[in-house]
């Protein structure tokens, strides 16, 4: 492997989808997974349909079933919200398998049983040690670029001291469905006593869906899970759990050494929507923009437009972490007609075609807008 060639570490959508991009463009790419077998366990993800623009086809094989509309839960309101264009509940299991068949063919080579262990830069290149278990011998691997694509518990970016993102933790569990409850249909829950983010139930089926919700940490998600499904009688039959890295302005996507650069991709480089900790089509888009930078010799139009949308995530969630149960009360009063027009039109991942137009749509969100940056400006203090 030599000065051109590019290394990728980890086998995550984002790096499988990086690498698939670059060998198509004639880059010679391999790709190390610590894993002995390739595929992540289960979880049930749900994202939206700007998935087949980013990847330029429909992942038809790791989608489970169609959402047509959302129900939304405060204290003491409810509304539901119809989809333009239906929601993907895939299982990230296959979507893995997916892009790694294309990867492969493109000619990517992938390396399973490898960890990272450390980074060495000099104006040659860069020179990676990877710890194989199954040898139990250190391989060196010499490359031009390095695409950081390991999660959110990343060596690569531990390595180039950029691990430094806030992280949340998500505990899911798979259920009977409810009667009542839509095929078509996920239901989001606002309970601020437990959890600034939110409760979810995602069908798979129409006998089957996952009931999950985001939290601080893993135990605090644990216990305040298991008190919602007894609250709401559901029964536990598989849980799921992981860790997710939280996208932060500050942080930069790539990093150059030497000369030579490191990116970071998905969870890595926390390229995650804080808003509702979604971070496929945002992980896949990081990737893209990676793929584009190489191609063109520098960061490009990709890059600034994934980074807008972002960073707007980031404030949309500094200001609902200051709401109450009476302000989600009180937003949800607010989704008129108009604005549910404007809620069809653009999806969770073009907040930024969508965030000026529901403030034009419903002037009122301005001032339940400026109470929470009151609220955040009171916290400074």
Known sequence: MGEGDVAVIGASTAGLFAAYLLARHGFRVRLFDQRQKLGPPQRTLIVTNRINQVLGFTPHEAVVNHIQEIE???????????????????????LVQLLAGRAQQEGVEIELGYSFLELEASPDGL????????????KEVKAGVLIGADGVWSQVARAVGRDDHSRVAIWQVRVALPPGAGEHTVRVWFH????????WLIPESKHRGVVGLVCEDQEKAKGNLEQFLDAYGFEALEFQAADVAL?????????????????????AGGQVKVTTVGGVVTGLRGARAVAGALFQKGMGREFRALRRELDLHFLMRSLLNRFSDSDYDHLLDLVSNRTEGVLQTYTRDELGGAFFKLLLAQPRLVLLTARSLIRIGEGKR
């Open 72 to 94: 939304l839960l405060s204290q003491n309101r409810r509304m539901v919200v119809k989809l333009g264009a239906p929601d993907l509940v895939l299982e990230r299991e296959r």
């Open 127 to 138: 020179s990676l040690a990877l710890y194989n278990r199954g040898t139990d011998r250190v």
């Open 192 to 199: 601020k006593e437990s959890t600034q983010f939110f409760y």
């Open 247 to 267: 996208y932060h302005p500050d942080l930069p996507a790539s990093i150059q050494l030497e000369g030579s650069e490191v990116f970071l991709v998905g969870d």
